[in-house]
């Protein structure tokens, strides 16, 4: 069974302009059997998803997608829009957002960000520690995503893999920077390892960070998951997560990937078209002895 696990809609994240209807039917047409839509701390499309959903008969599976001090983490399950309830309770109509957009007479991500900072109060501070505690808790699937992408979190596997060349330490050894990590950010390698699953095929990274990806997770014993992480229509059906097993709902996907009979695969990627990665790590790509994007 094909599902394309990582995905935003312009219904539920302010960053996207992928309509939910242009995702489901282009996914039944390249034969996807399910998307997961993971909004930007929200599950403010779900009403919109499920209607698509209905509509295309591709299945959908709501998650989140969390920004958190060191990671992107994707939560998965039955429980996930109870996470953190002072805030997912108050965005989950995308029209909320529109009209505090609005009353600021100006519709942008800035508006929106600054408005939302004001009047949401998180009771739980959404700390990457917080959502795995709580997102186990309530039978969640947390997914560590595209791990060094080039995002620029402070102290992040990507921030430190520069770090490391940086400093002149050579070739790649998984083992050794993994080290060199936790005598740096012991924090991170404990999120790592509390993590259920790596994204280890990202549409939106490079050819050399999910290649890192993939070793990190193969060095930790992780299952490993694939996304598209799509926020157009021209990103959508790149990267996909093959499942041994059928899946009908969230209890479903969240067991089959901790249980590991998942794997991750290329879909439609084969040309790179989009990718958000620096220029620093193909520059870096053949100091670090890995394939170097065509």
Same mark, same amino acid.
């Given at each position: ?12 994240? =302010?960053? &996207?302009?992928?309509?939910? &209807? ?16 993971? +909004? ?28 958190? /001090?060191? %990671?992107?983490?994707?939560?998965? @399950? ?6 953190? =309830? ?11 957002? !529109? ?15 600054? %408005? ?36 620029? /979190? #402070?102290? @992040?596997?990507?921030?430190? !893999? ?36 790596? +994204? ?16 990190? %997770?193969?060095?930790? @014993? ?11 229509? /021209?990103? %959508? @059906? ?5 499942? +041994? #097993? ?9 067991? *089959?990937? #901790? ?10 990627? *084969? ?24």
């Amino acid at each position: 069974m094909i599902i394309d696990l990582h995905n935003h809609t312009i219904e539920g994240s =302010p960053d &996207s302009k992928l309509k939910s &209807s242009d995702l489901f039917q282009f996914a039944r047409s390249i034969h996807i059997d399910g998307i997961g839509v993971t +909004e930007h701390g929200s599950f403010g499309s779900a009403s919109v998803v499920q209607e698509e959903s209905k509509i295309s008969g591709v299945l959908a599976f709501q998650g989140i997608e969390y920004s958190t /001090e060191f %990671a992107h983490l994707l939560v998965y @399950g039955p429980s996930v829009n109870l996470l953190f =309830p002072a805030v997912d309770d108050q965005i989950i109509d995308t029209g909320f957002l !529109l009209n505090i957009a609005n009353s600021q007479s100006q519709l942008s991500i800035s508006a929106l960000k600054n %408005a939302i900072a004001e009047i949401i109060q998180p009771e739980i501070p959404q700390t990457a520690e917080n959502i795995l505690f709580h997102g186990h808790s309530k039978d969640c699937c947390i997914i560590f995503a595209h791990p060094f992408s080039f995002i620029g /979190e #402070k102290l @992040g596997f990507n921030y430190l !893999l520069k770090s490391w060349v940086m400093e002149g330490r050579g070739n790649i050894h998984m083992p050794a920077f993994l080290k060199y990590v936790s005598d740096r950010n012991p924090e991170l390698i404990r999120i790592a390892e509390s993590s259920d699953a790596f +994204e280890t095929i990202n549409g939106c990274a490079s050819p050399v960070e999910n290649l890192l990806s993939r070793l990190l %997770a193969i060095e930790l @014993g992780k299952p490993q998951t694939g996304g598209s992480d799509a926020h157009f229509i /021209e990103m %959508a @059906g790149r990267c996909v997560t093959v499942f +041994e #097993k059928n899946i009908s709902d969230s209890k479903d996907l969240v067991n *089959e990937i #901790k249980a590991g009979r998942v794997s991750p695969k290329e879909y439609l990627n *084969e040309n790179n078209i989009l990718s958000y990665y620096s220029d620093y790590f193909t520059y870096k790509a053949k100091d670090l002895r890995l394939p170097q994007r065509t």
